[in-house]
Nanobody, 121 residues
Framework: QVNLIESGGGLVQPGGSLRLSCAAS????????MAWYRQVPGKERELLAA???????LTVDSVKGRFTISRDNAKNTAYLQMNSLKPEDTAVYYC???????????????WGQGTQVTVSS
């Protein structure tokens, strides 16, 4: 079992930045792959970025160059730095604890409650 709590969402103007945090407890954090997803109403949850326990990472093309995933194993926390935000980035953002295998991320059914990000002027 793993518990995840996201924070750091809010209202930001286009072009602005936010850093989301995901505090994890329950499993040995350093051994788990972590990922960030987002979801807008009526659409499926979308993978944004993932990082393995040893620091390998992937970022989807739609946010590459603007979003960066990182982790601090000493703090049991994963982060998503989001820069140059656009109105279309408005969504609920979730973190996930999953499996990293052969350069790909596989989600498991461990999700936080989500944090709302709204990009608007």
């Amino acid at each position: 079992q793993v518990n995840l709590i996201e924070s750091g969402g809010g209202l930001v103007q286009p072009g602005g930045s936010l850093r989301l945090s995901c505090a994890a407890s329950g499993r040995i954090f350093s051994r788990n792959a972590m990922a960030w997803y987002r979801q807008v109403p009526g659409k499926e949850r979308e993978l944004l970025a993932a990082m393995s326990s040893d620091g390998s990472e992937l970022t989807v093309d739609s946010v590459k160059g603007r979003f960066t995933i990182s982790r601090d194993n000493a703090k049991n926390t994963a982060y998503l730095q989001m820069n140059s935000l656009k109105p279309e980035d408005t969504a609920v953002y979730y973190c996930n604890s999953g499996i990293w295998l052969n350069g790909r991320y596989y989600s498991q059914n461990f999700w936080g409650q989500g944090t709302q990000v709204t990009v608007s002027s």
